[in-house]
């Protein structure tokens, strides 16, 4: 006969998940499962189990200290669902840890089916593995990570330079209408974001300048301190970092995606090369552009340090542009745009670069686009300091 | 009856996909949605899951005006659904395990650890226990579909939408799908809509079916996918189930 049952909770609604130890003559125990075992429900806690069978009870209703098997009791279980498959696996599971019989006979059918379901499908063992490598493993695989990148680029580059040979030679396979379509996206679609920032740093200077050279009664030399600044470097500088953030991520995203579904492995099928179709015109369209925007920053910076000059400090608006028109000289302008050449050329390189070693998912995608304009704002001041030095030492910034 | 529609016509824009759909499934029928490419099987999916509004007509979700009660009635009825996308629509920058842990967070009052047991036991109930750590990008399409069905399973729906969900899948992991969606009909009484091309599938394991047609944008006939092939009037439907012999 049964003895009295050892609960997890005797104040627990009548509907509400439960279970009970109830001992068996044959020194076993059955598991009394009681109520909804639903998932909208709180489900009794695996890990009290063991202490439920450990501890037995006051009433002399101990539970054996060793229990020999464990079967189940249902006739109070009202309801279930996946809440109770995954409870009753766990106390499969903690009866083979304990070496107890485990007796599911009793439970309903179609839950021993689902587990016997769950149990068949179980992979081999290697398949639970590599939940995380252990330092040393990251650190190689880092290090084999950063070669096969180092080797990604290198293939880039190459590829690139065939490519532009193709071009040059007119035998590079891209569409012409793609091309007018990426110029103008990155070309005229970025003239009022390039227009505000620029004639905002060109009043940032200005300010900065009037502050400091009306001190000494030389407010007219903020036009030479603005365009001086504009033409040689803030002005290709601007506009790089703003294609960065706006057509190098969009190029990045755009190829990103095209990776993930599968488009480039099309192209490739086709013998069509992706550097060709994809990147070239990229490349063309922004080492075209981005001098060409350049200018027009160095003309909305000026303008920006003329508002200054003019409005704040006092200079005629004729005086300002004489003032300007005689600092700037052509080596200047050169200066600007060479740079501005360069940096488009990376803003190119760095979101297509990203996006043809794009993943095959959509958060790869998104890395491809942060990194894509983090390498090119990296490089971009890396090309700036390194092309001041380059324009010095040749005696163009004379 | 789980799902009925009442002359219900579906499109976007100005294009009419199907018109005139009236059809019932009953509770715990794995109910076939059948007919050639293009004439609108995942249309009729997205209305049935609340995701595309009918032009004309009503859809009953267990008994209630899908599209007629408030926005909030409707979330509640749709939390009853459990939808197996083709792709399996996995989010791409979550684990398995996590993928499908993230409706039992948000919905049941189970612990962290209950919720992780269950994440596991409905991997290992597609065969792919084990694999919970790995992100869907680092496993194949038809694993993809798989986890996709795992997590469409997690809260144990009332009805399931499986869209073509043998498609891509080696004949052993499609049969043992078929098993699964039998076993959880049977064990937990679910409701089962399929959208499907497998005559090998749709004939052992449809109990009532759908016929739909891409030229005239209609329900050509519903019945047993067996009764149809065998006996329907209609020379398409015979040989759609016939692979072409009438």
């Known amino acids: ?398 | 009856m789980a799902i009925r529609l009442k002359e219900v016509a579906l499109g976007y824009g100005s294009t009419i996909v199907q018109q005139g759909l009236s059809f019932a499934i009953r509770r715990g029928d794995v109910f076939i949605i059948m007919g050639g490419s293009g004439c609108g099987k995942s249309t009729v999916m997205r209305a049935l899951t609340g995701l595309l509004a009918p032009r004309q007509g009503q859809v009953f979700l267990q008994d209630q005006s899908l599209w007629e009660v408030s926005e909030e009635a409707r979330t509640q009825l749709l939390r009853g659904v459990g939808v197996m996308y083709q792709s399996g629509a996995l989010w791409s920058s979550m684990t398995l395990e996590e993928n499908i842990a993230l409706p039992l967070e948000q919905y049941t009052p189970l612990s962290k650890q209950q919720i992780n047991e269950l994440a596991e036991y409905k991997l290992a109930l597609v065969g792919l226990a084990g694999f919970g750590g790995y992100y869907p990008g680092q496993i194949s399409g038809g694993m993809r579909k798989r986890v996709g069905v795992a997590r469409a399973m997690a809260l144990d729906p009332d009805i399931l939408f499986f869209d073509e969900p043998s498609a891509g899948l080696d004949p052993l992991s499609a049969r043992r799908l078929d098993d699964l969606i039998l076993e959880l009909r049977d064990s937990l009484g679910t409701t089962m809509v399929v959208i499907t091309h497998d005559l090998d599938s749709l004939f052992l394991i449809g109990d009532d079916a759908v016929f739909l047609d891409a030229e005239t944008h209609s329900m050509l006939t519903t019945g047993h996918p067996k009764q149809l092939r065998d006996h329907s009037e209609i020379d398409e439907v015979r040989a759609f189930l016939r692979r072409g012999e009438s």
């Open chain 1, 1 to 398: 006969m049964p003895t009295a049952p050892l609960t997890t909770d005797d104040r627990a609604p009548e509907s509400a998940p439960s279970i009970a130890l109830v001992n068996r003559p044959d020194s076993g125990i059955a598991l009394r499962l009681a109520g909804r075992w639903r998932l909208d429900q709180h489900i009794p806690r695996l890990s009290d189990l063991p202490g439920l069978i450990d501890r037995g009870s006051d009433d002399g209703a101990k539970a054996p200290s060793q229990p020999r098997q464990l079967s189940f009791e249902t006739s109070a279980l009202i309801d279930w669902d996946s809440a109770l498959v995954t409870y009753v696996a766990g106390v499969e599971r903690l009866c083979a840890e304990r070496k107890i019989d485990y007796d599911p006979s009793a439970l309903p059918e179609g839950l021993r089916s689902l587990l016997k379901m769950a149990n068949l499908t179980n992979p081999p063992d290697e398949a639970a593995h590599d939940r995380g490598p252990s330092f040393l493993a990251r650190v190689g695989l880092d290090i084999a990570d950063l070669v096969r990148s180092t080797g990604e680029i290198m293939a880039f580059f190459g590829e690139g330079a065939i490519a532009v040979r193709h071009f040059l030679a007119g035998r590079a396979r891209y569409r012409r209408s793609e091309l007018w379509v990426i110029i103008q996206e990155s070309g005229a679609d970025a003239l009022p974001i390039v227009s505000l920032v620029s004639f905002l740093v060109g009043m940032i200077l200005g300010y900065i300048g009037d502050q400091q050279l009306a001190q000494f009664g030389a407010r007219i030399y903020v036009a030479d301190l603005v365009g001086l600044a504009t033409v040689i470097q803030m002005g290709a500088l601007i506009t790089g970092i703003v294609l960065a953030g706006r057509t190098g991520a969009a190029f990045a995203a755009r190829i990103g995606t095209m990776q993930v579904n599968e488009e480039i492995d099309a192209l490739r099928t086709f013998g069509i090369p992706p550097m060709e179709f994809l990147v070239l015109p990229r490349m063309v369209a922004l080492i075209l552009m981005t001098p060409l925007l350049t200018l027009y920053a160095d003309l909305l910076g000026i303008l920006g340090g003329a508002f200054v000059g003019t409005v704040v400090g006092g200079v005629t608006l004729t005086a300002y542009l004489v003032q300007t028109q005689a600092a700037i000289g052509w080596n200047h302008i050169i200066q600007g745009l060479i740079s501005a050449t360069v940096y488009g050329a990376i803003v190119a390189a760095s979101g297509c670069l990203r996006g043809m070693q794009c993943g095959r998912s959509a958060a790869a995608v998104g890395e491809a686009t942060t990194s894509a304009v983090v390498t090119a704002i990296v490089f971009i001041v890396i090309a700036a300091a390194v092309l001041t030095v380059i324009f010095d030492a040749i005696g163009l910034s004379g």
